[in-house]
C-alpha cells in the first residue's frame, strides 16, 4: 500500500449514534468529505433531517434514521440495515451521549463554582442515573455488539467509542453517573479490543476535552463561559468538532491498523493541568 493512500477511505460504510449534531456530526463530515457514505442514527428527528439535506446538497452520500440507542432492537436494526445497503460495514462510531447536569457545583470555570443543592449526592435521583447509564454506557455496549456481528463475520471493522476526558478526570459541573459511565465506557472498550483483535476489528476511543456542541442545552455555545473555560486550558482555546476531523479519519483509515484499544484524549491539554 502506497503511503499517501494511508488515509484513504473512499467507499467505506460508516455508522454513527448521535450523528446528528456536535461531535458525531464533525465524524461525519470527515468521512463524508474523505468519500465514505455514511448513516447517522440520532433522537433528533429536526436535526437528522437538517443535517443529511445539508450534507446531501454538498454532494456527500449520508443517510439518516431515526434511533433511540436505548432501543436496542430498532439499533440492531439500522446497523443491519445500513451493512445490507453498503455491502459492507467498515466503521461505526458509538458516540451518542448525554449530559443531563447539574453536577454538585454549579459553574464550569472561575473562582466561583458554588455548590448546588440539586446536584448533589443525597438528591441524586435514580431516574437521572439509570438515564444517563442507560444511553451513555447501555447504549455504547449495544452499538459495539450491534458492529461486532456484522464486522466479525468479515474478519474486518473499526470500531470508535466516544468517551471523554472524564472518563478520567472529574469535572463536578456534571453529574456523577457521567463520570461512572465515561470510565465504564473506557474499560468497557479495552475489553471488546482485546477479545476482536483477533478478527482484525480495532476498538478504540475518543477522549474530548471541551468540546463547543449542543450537549447539555447548548450550555458550552455561551461565549462567556468559553472564554473562562479557555482560560484554564493550556493551549488557551476550546476545541470544535473540526478538532476531531483527523482523528475520526485516522481511526477508521489503514493508517492505525495496529493500534487498538486506546483512549485518545483530545483537549488542548487541559488534562495535563494548568500552566498559564
Ligand atoms: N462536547 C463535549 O465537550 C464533550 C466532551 C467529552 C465527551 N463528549 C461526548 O461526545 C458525545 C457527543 O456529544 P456532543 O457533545 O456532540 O453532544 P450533542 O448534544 O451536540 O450531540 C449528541 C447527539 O446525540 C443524540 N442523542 C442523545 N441521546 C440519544 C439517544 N438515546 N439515542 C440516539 N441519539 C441520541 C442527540 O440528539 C445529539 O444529536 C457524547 O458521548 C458526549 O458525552 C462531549
Known amino acids: 500500500m502506497k503511503i499517501s493512500d494511508l488515509f484513504d477511505v473512499k467507499g467505506y460504510g460508516a455508522v454513527i449514534t448521535g450523528g446528528a449534531s456536535g461531535i458525531g456530526l464533525g465524524y461525519a463530515e470527515a468521512l463524508a468529505a474523505a468519500g465514505a457514505r455514511v448513516t447517522l442514527l440520532d433522537v433528533d428527528g429536526d436535526r437528522l433531517e437538517a443535517e443529511t439535506a445539508r450534507l446531501g446538497r454538498e454532494g456527500f452520500d449520508v443517510q439518516g434514521r431515526l434511533v433511540d440507542v436505548t432501543n436496542h432492537g430498532a439499533l440492531d436494526a439500522a446497523v443491519a440495515e445500513a451493512t445490507e445497503r453498503y455491502g459492507r460495514l467498515d466503521a461505526v462510531f458509538a458516540n451518542a451521549g448525554i449530559d443531563p447536569g447539574p453536577g454538585f457545583v454549579g459553574a464550569w470555570a472561575g473562582s466561583e463554582r458554588p ?38 463475520p468479515r474478519k474486518s471493522g473499526r470500531i470508535v467509542i466516544t468517551t471523554s476526558l472524564a472518563s478520567t478526570r472529574v469535572e463536578p459541573a456534571i453529574g ?31 477522549a474530548p476535552g471541551y468540546i463547543v456542541t449542543n450537549i447539555g442545552g447548548g450550555h458550552s455555545q455561551d461565549p462567556v463561559e468559553q472564554e473562562a473555560v479557555a482560560r484554564m486550558i493550556p493551549m488557551h482555546r476550546v476545541g470544535f468538532p473540526s478538532d476531531l476531523y483527523g482523528l475520526a479519519l485516522f481511526l477508521v483509515s489503514r493508517a492505525s491498523d495496529y493500534i487498538t484499544g486506546q483512549e485518545i484524549v483530545v483537549d488542548g491539554g487541559w488534562g495535563l493541568g494548568a500552566a498559564d
Open 115 to 152: 455548590r448546588l443543592v440539586e446536584g448533589a449526592l443525597e438528591n441524586y435521583t435514580d431516574e437521572r442515573w439509570n438515564r444517563v447509564v442507560e444511553i451513555n454506557l447501555n447504549g455504547i455496549f449495544a452499538t459495539v455488539r450491534a458492529a461486532a456481528r456484522h464486522m466479525k
Open 176 to 206: 456523577a453517573a457521567y463520570m461512572a459511565a465515561k470510565a465504564g465506557a473506557a474499560q468497557f472498550m479495552r475489553t471488546v479490543a482485546l477479545e476482536l483483535a483477533a478478527f482484525n476489528i480495532t476498538v478504540n476511543a475518543v
